[in-house]
């Protein structure tokens, strides 16, 4: 069989077959043979058949075409080993001298190769930088390809992304008709596909299944190296078979997505053009695309496991935590109940109502851990309403003067008149305030202790400032740093740990932050800055919660509840 070999220009290593009886148009236009030269003219020579040798003229191209370094004026009667340029590309004239490799690749009698095979490359770790001799124009496809792809492995974490990701890469630099992806999820499972695509319908759908040699995936998988195979409809064995004949695939590359001794799967494309074939660079460039794919889905997994942990681990703290604060809190149950029971004993009802008081503040413990616990794990968008805080403070304040009064503690408050209304969430905001209000409180010693709330309005930022402000004992600059970590109490046993997590966390809803002042020995103050605009309020898809990785550092200090 007559054919034409590229030898020079962006197509080097392609090889057209000339049929017998049919004129075959070198160019750019689509029924031209297929060549990526754009220095050639849209229909710059054809090649016409003539008593079974071949006749070459020119169409008047832009740049001419020459044969042995002549230029064609007229028909020119071609011979083999005549060289034929057109633009950059030098083609060999000749016939198919080379011997058939169909036994190159056996692996038992049964189990032959369903192709002819043209040649393979060993995938490993090096496959991941393609080696090419010189500047070519060849070589700058291979680095684009090589960080476009480089480029996606960095910018996506979701395999079903990726993978799509690196097919549509595939198609765009590889003249392939159909293609897909195999991946084995279980190390003993079977491979099954994950993308499967065909130049005409983009998404391909299982009404329009793929057929491959079998024995081909079997082998790449096996032995971990790519195979590029061709001619494929001239093969003896294809006469019966619809997987090729019925589907005309004529050129064919499978390569193993591997890392290191894994294999995760193979990628697998052919063509279905006539007179095409894959080249030995396109192989080599498949292959280092099967080792990045497999070098990014390794990352992936490590990834997931390292998540798996750290999620592992941040619940074991949580139920540690959990548990030590329960526990504290059961054990002052129990003690108030032993202290009822010897009450009822003693038919002494002075000692059954203390047992009872120590059995209620633990009561009372216990649901505040538990509402802290629902505040901190419910991700919710608040309920806003443009509202005037001053009735908010002034409830929060009459809430609290008891237990205020109960410890002979001053609760001093200064509201600025004409407060503008803000964006509120009231149930929110209101057990924020009270949060913080408790915290102050339990700050101070009784008898000299103050707590002023004040409000103000600050006229640059258009913000709303609410602020606690308590003469207790102030806290240290290194617990002042963990002081929005979930389950960090100062209160010792008094405390859950949730409190100001809680209200950092309502803040934050609401577009706002909280910011602390604070020193040994000269009290605490918390502010917290609330926006006037619903604009500046984030919205759910912004707000996370703390399954989703809530900022642990703080942007303001102050005592935890």
């Known amino acids: 069989m007559l054919i034409l070999t590229v030898i020079q220009g962006p197509d080097k290593g392609r090889r057209f077959e000339l049929p017998d009886d049919e004129p075959q148009l070198v160019g750019r236009s689509s029924e031209a043979l297929p060549l990526q ?6 229909r710059h020579a054809e090649l016409t058949p003539d008593s079974g040798k071949w006749v070459l003229n020119d169409l008047k191209s832009a740049n001419g075409t020459f044969v042995n370094g002549h230029r064609v ?6 011979q083999p080993g005549d060289q034929i340029r057109c633009g950059q590309t030098l083609f060999v004239f000749g016939r198919d001298l080379r011997p058939a490799r169909r036994d190159a690749l056996r692996v038992s009698p049964r189990e032959e190769l369903e192709v002819s095979v043209e040649s393979t490359a060993i ?13 070519t124009e060849g070589a700058v496809l291979q680095l684009k390809v090589v960080y476009e792809l480089t480029q996606l492995i960095g910018s996506t974490a979701e395999r079903e992304r990726l993978l799509e990701g690196v097919m549509d890469l595939i198609f765009d630099y590889f003249q392939a008709d159909r293609g897909f992806i195999l991946l084995q999820d279980d190390p003993d499972g079977k491979y099954e596909p994950v993308v499967l695509r065909h130049r005409n319908r983009q998404k391909d759908s299982k009404t329009h299944p793929i057929h491959v040699s079998r024995t081909i995936v079997q082998h790449v998988i096996r032995k971990g190296e790519g195979v590029l195979s061709s001619n494929a409809m001239t093969d003896q064995r294809f006469r019966d078979g619809d997987s090729v004949l019925g589907l005309g695939i004529h050129s064919a590359m499978c390569v193993p997505i591997k890392f290191k001794d894994r294999i995760f799967g193979v990628i697998h494309i052919d063509s279905q053009i006539a007179n095409y074939t894959f080249t030995d660079d396109q192989l080599r460039l498949l292959i280092a695309i099967g080792v990045h794919t497999g070098l990014a889905l390794a990352n992936a997994e490590l990834y997931a496991d390292r998540l798996n942990q750290e999620r592992l681990a941040a619940v074991g703290q949580t139920v540690a935590s959990l548990s030590h604060s329960i526990k504290n809190i059961l054990q002052g149950m129990r ?3 032993d202290v009822v029971e010897l009450g009822f004993k003693k038919n002494n009802m002075k000692v059954v109502q203390g ?17 802290n616990m629902l505040a901190y794990s419910k991700q919710r968008q608040p309920e806003l309403e443009m509202t005037n805080l001053q009735p908010l403070l002034e409830d929060v304040v009459s809430l609290m003067q008891s237990q205020f009064d109960g410890k002979k503690v001053a609760l001093i408050t200064d509201f600025t008149s004409d407060m503008p209304p803000a964006p509120i969430d009231m149930g929110g905001m209101h057990q924020a305030l009270l949060n913080l209000m408790g915290n102050a409180l339990d700050a101070v010693e009784p008898e000299k202790g103050a707590v002023t709330l004040s409000c103000d309005y600050d006229d640059r930022t258009q913000q709303v400032l609410v602020s606690v402000t308590d003469n207790g004992t102030g806290i240290e600059a290194d617990r002042v740093k963990r002081l929005f970590q979930p389950f960090n109490s100062t209160k010792g046993l008094k405390g859950t740990g949730l409190g100001l997590v809680v209200t950092k966390k309502i803040v934050e809803e609401h577009g706002g932050a909280i910011g602390v002042e604070s020193a040994p020995g000269k009290g605490t103050t918390f502010t917290i800055r609330l926006p006037c605009s619903v604009e500046s309020i984030p919205s759910l898809a912004d707000t996370q919660g703390p399954a989703g990785g ?10 935890t509840s």
């Open 37 to 42: 030269d754009q220095t050639i003219s849209r």
């Open 355 to 371: 047992g009872w008081q120590i059995v209620s503040r633990n009561l009372e413990r216990i649901y505040e851990l538990t509402m």
């Open 123 to 135: 995938s490993n770790d090096e496959s991941v930088i393609m080696a090419v001799p010189e500047p």
């Open 550 to 559: 809530h900022d642990s550092t703080p942007r303001s200090e102050g005592e």
């Open 73 to 78: 004026t007229r028909p020119r009667l071609l």
């Open 335 to 337: 003690g108030g109940a």
